[in-house]
């Protein structure tokens, strides 16, 4: 169930590339896609679950009984049956041993010990998923003793992994047992009965209530299987057992693939932590970088075209106080002017990277500015009663930005089309262009650069949003970001 999940960016603030739109030599586009790796939220984008991959390959009814992954979830079966004492015996001790120790604090450091040491076991467990159920479960979230004695020994006991791992061990004790007779019964009932014909010969001879000797299985008081008619039909019942085996196989496997999810894997609620976590990190670092440029710019530029306003309007004093030639000190303001000039637009410009004053009336107002100012025909729809909070109308108004800047030069596109809506408590943007498609978002290479499509994803997600990219080859590409109304 490996899923390819194509993410996005955001604008570049000085104005430079931004590259989403990747076709490779000879303009040729491609779609390239990535595999998500467990944990990644992006599967929950795709409707994946985050906490495993499915590694099973199609298995088809007829095969099934000679499939290799049917074995491997049998060998599972009888593997967990012998694992499953030892396991069951571990948790029983740790609940009994916590429960008797209580009145001592040595003791609750041992039992302590014993609720992380269920991570171990839930480790094997994954381990056993993986190679023999081909399921990978991702890891729950690392344990962090907390400073302090008290604080440690509560955070050891309390460990959720620890506890579900435990709750895993003694769930399967049960599991295991039952899997393990009926799924056993079955093969070799299954087996026994096809092969009827051939072994039934050398059974001993059996009195039955008719007089007669007779050797095969009794059915009965007088009644065996011993007439060609009688060991066809019950080989037929053997061979229809052993093709239905295979599924009674494949649904004992599915109830430990599903403990194992929800147990021996991390919490969908710390995932979605660790995943704020990790965008908000890569959010300041971008708003670090951004505020860096921003003082770059201005050392750089409108304040060292500043610094020659005051130089050139200096000299100009200097030369009318001494009595100087008017017309060159006209000359130096003139000059001192048109460099002011061109510092306002600087800093105009720089404003408008960090907070567009088109939104100061309204979302809808904004994008119109940003459609009349494209290269490219934009269309905008905007649902009137929208209204988000500031900050999501500035994440969306750059979300925009982006996408109709990518179509505008690497899409080829002739028009873009924007709606905007809202859906309950959260505003919905869609941005379509006719361009030639092939749309990418990449990793960060091992530089940590990403593409204006990856940045803007991670933009999205810092407020817990999501974006959706569709770009097959030769178009359209069809880009839909989910934003809270409220932040």
């Known amino acids: 169930m490996t899923s390819p999940q194509p993410p996005l960016g955001d604008a570049a603030p000085d104005g430079g590339p931004t590259p989403g739109y990747a076709p490779p030599a000879e303009q040729v586009p491609s779609f390239e896609t990535e595999p998500v790796a467990p944990g990644d939220l992006r599967h929950v984008h795709a409707g994946l679950d985050p906490r495993y991959v499915d590694l099973r390959e199609p298995v088809g ?13 049998f060998g599972y079966l009888w593997l967990s049956l012998f694992v499953a004492p030892f396991a069951f015996t571990y948790v029983m001790f740790t609940v009994s041993f916590t429960a008797g120790i209580l009145v001592t604090v040595v003791g609750l450091v ?3 010990g014993l609720v992380l040491g ?5 480790g094997m467990y994954r381990t056993m998923a993986r190679s023999m159920l081909s399921v990978d479960v991702l890891p729950p979230t690392p344990h962090t003793p907390r400073r302090g004695f008290w604080r440690m020994l509560w955070s050891n006991l309390s460990d959720g992994p620890g506890w579900r791992a435990m709750t895993f061990m003694f769930v399967s004790f049960f599991l295991a047992l039952v899997a393990f007779v009926v799924s056993v019964t079955f093969f070799f009932v299954s087996l026994g009965a096809a092969t009827h014909w051939f072994w039934s010969q050398f059974l001993p001879a059996q009195l039955g209530s008719d007089g007669e000797w007779h050797r095969g299985a009794q059915m009965g008081s007088g009644w065996f299987v011993d007439t060609p008619l009688r060991q066809s039909a019950l080989a037929a019942v053997g061979i229809a057992l052993w093709w239905l085996w295979p599924q009674l196989v494949r649904g004992f496997a599915q109830l430990f693939r599903l403990l194992s999810v929800n147990l021996l894997g991390p919490t969908r609620a710390s995932l979605r932590v660790a995943d704020l976590e990790k965008s908000r990190g890569r959010t300041v670092e971008d708003a670090d970088a ?11 530029g409108t304040q060292a075209r500043l610094v020659a306003v005051a130089m050139q309007l200096g000299e100009a004093k200097e030369q009318l106080a001494a009595g100087g030639d008017a017309s060159d000190a006209l000359e130096l303001v003139d ?18 990277g960090i907070h ?8 809808a107002v904004a994008l119109e500015t940003l459609a009349a100012r494209s290269p490219l025909p934009v269309t905008v729809d905007v649902d009137p009663g929208i209204a988000p909070s500031p900050a999501v109308e500035t994440i969306a108004y750059f979300c925009v930005a982006e996408l109709v800047t990518n179509a505008a030069k690497h899409a080829r596109a002739s028009g873009v089309y924007v709606l905007v809506e809202e859906d309950g408590s959260r505003l919905r943007l869609r941005v379509r262009d006719d361009g030639q498609g092939g749309a990418r978002i990449s990793t960060p290479d091992a530089r940590g650069h990403r593409s204006g499509l990856a940045g803007l994803e991670e933009r999205v997600r810092s407020v817990d949003g999501t974006l959706d990219l569709v770009s097959p080859v030769g178009g359209p590409t069809v880009v ?7 932040v």
């Open 61 to 73: 009814f007829l095969a099934a009984p000679f499939a290799r992954q049917t074995w491997r979830e």
């Open 110 to 112: 041992v039992s302590g």
């Open 118 to 122: 269920a991570r171990g076991w839930g």
């Open 290 to 300: 951004k505020l860096r440029r921003i003082e770059r710019d201005l050392h750089d």
């Open 335 to 352: 000059n001192a002017h048109a460099s002011t000039k061109e510092a306002l637009v600087e800093l105009r410009e720089l404003a408008r």
């Open 356 to 363: 567009p004053p088109a939104l100061d009336n309204g979302l």
């Open 480 to 486: 839909t970001v989910v934003l809270p109304s409220r």
